[in-house]
């Protein structure tokens, strides 16, 4: 056991678990943030994406140990980031979501590339959003909402 | 998902014949808050189809609610939540709109009609001279009250016999596209499904399970597992079919790790160890001789009178398929001696219920039992044996007192799941000198989920020893074709099976409609008029999509070079569907540029909804030709453990471009969550081959 | 004064003279044969999954003994690092994760196209062709022949080869065939042996 210092959506929060516990977990169960979720455990599928100083990154493959100082956003403060509000406004007014269980994740990995590139292509899209699965295969939507979000962007 | 025809009407058409509609109290759907929140309770745990949107749209329009106030949440396990024609609490069939739409238009109108009466008992009019309109009484000379202000005293009145439904041409919710309820908090990170329970005391348990199906625990060493700290109790427990080993902790990491470091010595003897190649090479044997009849007319020598050159003799092999839903599988169970609490994202609530009460020596009613948000189901959670339940009951006896919360890794379930079952069909057509086909000799195998399960259900399903949801898409075709002899086996496995979106449509579909556009080809006939021409009479909705395609796929006529097309229709619980799919070929890979699906789902209670779930069980149903889209067992061993090597559809695998039509009806509603998923496997390989030459009848599409 | 710098220039052209002998004559001189073999062994190392998974030829690395193509369809993108929100170090840190059975090293990302060791069908090219990508300059990052060997033993991304890390179920991946040391050597009688390139 070993006690680390997070900085969570700006705020401070210490933690004291196993420094093998993957940070998604030290998320959902020490935080008790339940917005990120557990898909695979082995990062094939996004839904545990947050982003790690900016970067879109799959907690479920990071050790707390391995976590550093880097600064953490999560699903349930992404929506205080300019461009995190606009993709969730385009989340709702597509109608994106079925069962909705990816959703987080998906929206963390559009987040990434609309902050990396407000005017994406299709294959933009495409190549960005290529590692999120959905099993409800909400894709079509995914898509529209993003090129929604774009328009909103300058 | 699970259909359950009992000798009740399913069909709309049916439904006039019904015995008259039960009588259901308000108050148990319909809570109006003081602060104006109407709350709505949902009788079907919501798995991402939509009906913890559209249910509520029927009752507010009929209540004339303002829809901006409803809120609905998700009813508890209770007779009262029952679904009306089938008489239990569940999810499956694509039921749900279909069976309630009436009993939620009549909520809310019982609730519209002890509202205004008790507007017009307090004013002194007649009722006659009130109307309604977003959530307020409107009374003679400009008076109004809101519900809220009148909800306590109509809740105690009388629930009229009788009430008026509107008329289609007053609604103001259903048949528009109404965006979801759970939207928002899907998108924020503050909804919560069932693995996102967190209640006081919770523990959380991994369980150790054998490598191949039916194996036991012979005998385990937890002396590591129990040094990792936090861990509460490692010990044996019975499994439906053999044993296991649980594990339980503080958190779910400390459980893994604990497992992790569990040595079990499993008794793997005397059990059969399934192997998928030997069973496609056993189940192609048994397709060779005729089974239990599912279906014969005509002749059936008439085959055998065909020349050879003027038949097709086919065989299509079918993998096992996981659900694998997003959200892994877990619920939690608490036991206190003379009660318990369930908190499970349960399809069959019913059934549940019960089977906890069971485990733990209960009556049903000792047991709460809360439905939580499903991450997509699938079928996945239509637990015909409960087992699910029946574990979480077990460990929550041995740990009395404090909420275990039971989680399925995603390995635990690829490799130790319930899988949409393996099949192979042999089919011989003899086609006439028209080019119709002139007789079908259609021989299934597979396992059936039902039948020797001795559930209330399987003598309803099973007939001449053969399980309708095994050749659902084939024994009722809507072709017109004089001389059919079908007849299916069901080996038993040692591998367990179930249910899974679009059930036995899902193959037979395919074979049916891969096999139907090579008549076409054969006879040089477009494909779509080919079907039309063959189609019965009674198959009206087929005709309506099939014909409004050929209006939406115009497209088809000005393909670019290197570009095909294929096509195939099907159905589901009296919704048809068809599809035109464009493909080229990319990489050595089928690459889908655009499908037109159209639809006759009756009325389209939710427009928005029917589209996504269009879009989406289109996508779902690509997962049956990915490449490392299949579930296959070596020696006992299920070899995918996760979606790594069991890889369905990413963004990429799926088309962008789904328009999707919906045939305008007045026609009750029917249900769309399954009905898309068949269609687009034989359509995309209808286009493949005019790109490759070949037929391709065994999925998945490993190479081209 | 004019001694001095007279002097100086001397010491200056010895220094010069002998920077350019340390380059020719510090390595023991290996006969060309020699050279081959010991060029064979640095190419099975090249060649083995840790390293060659890495320099692909296409849009894509590998993962695996079998070198099959990475899951979740991660591509190079314009840097070898990926696309936004599908980076490298979206999942690979900076160090092994053994818990979670991802491997890590600084800087995590694919060998340019330049320095691709395999072709289009993901076959490794022949030693020929690699030894020559090896030594030519405008592809190998502009290394000469002591950055070479400085590369091989010390970049970060070489050493995690031999510090590969577990996969999830505990396993350890493979190690390339020679030990590290042994990498070294052979690359050391190689260069000494002036880099000779099979035909």
């Known amino acids: 056991m070993a006690t680390y210092q997070l900085n969570v959506n700006g705020q401070r929060k210490e933690v004291n678990v196993d420094p093998s516990t993957p940070l998604l977990w030290v998320l959902r169960e020490e935080l008790k943030m339940t917005g990120t979720k557990y898909g695979c455990g082995i990062s094939v599928c996004g839904a545990c994406t947050v982003h790690l100083d900016g970067v879109a990154t799959r907690s479920c493959v990071v050790p707390i140990s391995l976590l550093g100082n880097r600064r953490i956003v999560t699903i349930e403060g992404i929506g205080s980031d300019p461009v995190g509000r606009i993709v969730q406004e385009a989340w709702v007014e597509k109608d994106v979501v079925q069962c909705g269980y990816c959703q987080s994740g998906q929206i963390m990995s559009a987040c990434a590339l609309l902050k990396a590139n407000p005017k994406p292509t299709d294959d933009n899209i495409e190549e960005s959003m290529g590692g999120n699965l959905c099993r409800c295969a909400a894709y079509v939507r995914i898509r529209q909402a993003i090129k929604d979000a774009s328009k909103h962007l300058a | ?704 | 004064m004019v001694r001095g710098l007279l002097l100086l220039l001397f010491v200056g052209a010895c220094i010069v003279m002998s920077r350019s002998a340390f380059s020719s004559n510090h390595f023991k001189r290996q006969s060309k044969s020699d050279g081959l073999v010991a060029w064979q062994q640095v190419y099975s190392v090249l060649t083995s999954p840790r390293c060659i998974n890495c320099h692909t030829a296409t849009n894509y690395p590998q993962q695996g003994d079998d070198r099959h193509r990475h899951f979740a369809n991660v591509i190079r993108g314009p840097e070898g690092k990926g696309v936004p929100a599908l980076n490298c170090v979206s999942c690979h840190q900076s160090a092994n994760a053994d818990s979670t059975g991802v491997p890590g090293g600084h800087n995590w990302h694919l060998a340019p196209l330049s320095m691709r060791w395999q072709d289009e069908d993901d076959q490794p090219l022949s030693s020929a062709v690699v030894c020559r990508s090896l030594t030519d300059r405008t592809k190998n990052g502009g290394l000469n022949a002591e950055a070479l060997l400085k590369h091989h033993e010390e970049e970060p991304l070489v050493l995690w080869a031999w510090n590969p890390g577990r996969r999830q179920d505990g396993a350890t991946r493979t190690l390339p065939p020679l030990t590290h040391p042994e990498f070294v050597t052979a690359t050391r009688q190689w260069i000494d042996a002036g880099m000779p390139c099979p035909r």
């Open chain 2, 1 to 704: 998902m699970v259909s359950l025809y009992l000798d009740l009407p399913t069909s709309a058409q049916e439904a006039g014949q019904a015995p008259p509609a039960k009588i259901y109290p308000p108050d148990a759907f319909i809570h109006i808050r003081p602060d104006g929140k109407i709350v709505v309770q949902v009788n079907r745990v919501e798995v991402g189809q939509g009906t913890h949107t559209a249910l509520p749209m029927i009752l507010a329009d009929e209540m004339d609610a303002d829809w901006s106030q409803v809120i609905a949440e998700l009813a508890p396990a209770a007779d009262v939540y029952k679904d009306p024609l089938i008489g239990v609490q569940w999810v499956g069939g694509s039921t749900a709109i279909a069976n309630s739409f009436p009993q939620y238009r009549e909520l809310g109108a019982r609730a519209r009609s002890m509202l205004v009466q008790t507007a017009a008992d307090r004013w002194r009019v007649k009722p006659e001279q009130c109307h309604t309109a977003s959530s307020i009484v409107y009374g003679p000379g400009n008076r109004s009250v809101r519900y809220s202000d009148l909800a306590t005293e109509a809740a105690r009145r009388t629930i009229p016999d009788k009430v008026a439904l509107k008329n289609p041409s007053e609604f103001k919710l259903i048949g528009k596209p109404v965006r979801r309820l759970d939207g928002r908090a899907k998108c924020d990170g503050s909804h919560k499904f069932a693995i996102d329970l967190d209640v006081p005391g919770m523990l959380t348990a991994l369980v150790a399970r054998p490598p191949v199906f039916s194996g036991k625990v012979r005998s385990f060493d937890d002396k590591e597992a129990r040094a990792v700290p936090g861990v509460r109790d490692v010990f044996e427990y019975p499994l439906v079919k053999g044993s296991a080993v649980a594990v339980v902790a503080d958190k779910f990491w400390i459980a893994k790790q604990a497992r992790d470091r569990l040595k079990v010595d499993w008794d793997l003897d005397g059990i059969e160890h399934a192997d998928s190649s030997r069973l496609f090479a056993q189940y192609k044997e048994l397709a060779k001789t005729p089974g239990g009849v599912a279906l014969k007319r005509g002749d059936e020598k008439a085959i055998d009178r065909i020349p050879e050159s003027q038949q097709i003799v086919a065989e299509f092999e079918f993998p096992y398929l996981a659900h694998a839903p997003m959200e892994p599988l877990s619920l939690a169970v608490r036991f206190d001696g003379d009660r318990a609490e369930a908190w499970v994202p349960a399809q069959l609530p019913t059934w549940e219920q019960m089977a906890i009460a069971e485990v733990l020596g209960l009556a049903t009613e000792q047991v709460k039992f809360n439905v939580l948000f499903a991450g997509g189901s699938f079928g996945r959670r239509g637990l015909v044996d409960s087992h699910l339940v029946r574990e979480a009951a077990a460990i929550a006896k041995r740990v009395r007192g404090r909420p275990v919360k039971l989680i399925f890794t995603r390995e635990d379930d690829m490799r130790s799941g319930y899988y949409r079952p393996m099949f192979v069909h042999r089919v011989e057509v003899g086609i006439g000198s028209d080019g119709a086909p002139l007789a079908w000799r259609h021989v299934v195998v597979g396992q059936s989920f039902v039948k020797g399960t001795g559930v209330a259900m399987e003598a309803v399903l099973v007939k001449n020893g053969v399980d309708k949801l095994a050749v659902e898409g084939s024994s009722d075709s809507p072709y017109d074709i004089p001389n059919v002899d079908l007849t299916a086996h069901h080996p038993t496995v040692n591998v367990p099976v179930l249910s899974h979106r679009s059930v036995g449509y899902g193959h037979n579909s395919f074979v049916r409609e891969t096999l139907m556009e090579e008549l076409a080809d054969r006879a040089k006939t477009d494909p779509i008029g080919y079907r039309l021409k063959l189609l019965n009479k009674d198959a009206y909705k087929f005709r309506a999509v099939l014909t409004l395609l050929n209006e939406k796929a115009s497209w088809r006529t000005r393909l670019p070079a290197g570009h095909a097309v294929g096509y195939a229709c099907s159905e589901y619980n009296n919704t048809a569907c068809a599809c035109a799919a464009e493909l080229s070929i990319v990489n050595g890979r089928p690459k889908i540029h655009r499908v037109t699906v159209t639809v006759h789902c009756g009325l389209a209670v939710n427009p928005l909804t029917v589209e996504s779930q269009f879009q989406g069980g289109i996508g779902f149903g690509l997962t049956q030709v990915m490449p490392r889209g299949a579930i296959t067992l070596k020696e006992g061993r299920v070899e995918q453990g996760n979606f790594d090597r069991c890889t369905p559809p990413y963004i990429a695998d799926a088309p962008a471009d789904i328009d999707v039509h919906v045939v305008q009806s007045t026609e009750p509603p029917t249900g769309v969550g399954e009905a898309p998923v068949p269609i687009i496997a034989p359509a995309v390989v209808n286009a493949l081959f005019h790109l490759t030459g070949k037929r391709y009848r065994s999925l998945p599409l490993v190479e081209l």
